[in-house]
């Protein structure tokens, strides 16, 4: 790995589970952009071709999901590691972008690091 630090877009609109995420992530050496919505999430995809990866829940607020928030990563950056969560549904493989992996809630700050670094 080089010496500069991956960056991860997590999508999350539980602010707690956000700043979990964000710490979990930052302490494991990430450099991570957040965003509290599906359309805010867009936008940083929109804006950043420096994404290396995305960690989204599936229920967002807003009209913009997460699997919506992934498609939109994997046509950006077709190498990035996609991550999708969710405490209440799971999708099914056709319902993730090429490569994406579901995750169910709850999980840990070691189980997130292991799911980004085996994408």
């Not at 992530?25 to 965003?35: F, K, M, N, P, R």
């Not at 804006?47 to 928030?69: H, M, N, Q, W, Y």
């Amino acid at each position: 790995m080089n010496s500069t630090k991956s960056v991860i877009l997590v999508v999350e609109d539980d602010p707690l589970i956000l700043i979990h995420s964000r710490m979990a992530l930052e302490d494991a050496g990430y450099e991570v952009v957040s965003a509290a919505s599906g359309e805010a999430a867009l936008c940083e995809v929109a804006r950043r071709d420096d994404l290396d990866a995305l960690f989204t829940d599936i229920e967002l607020s807003g009209a913009v999901d997460g699997v919506s928030v992934a498609e939109a990563m994997r046509l950006a950056n077709p190498d990035a590691s996609i991550v999708v969560t969710s405490g209440k549904q799971a999708p099914g493989n056709d319902d993730l972008p090429d490569g994406g992996r579901f995750m169910a809630k709850p999980y840990t700050a070691a189980q997130m690091r292991r799911a980004l670094a085996d994408c």
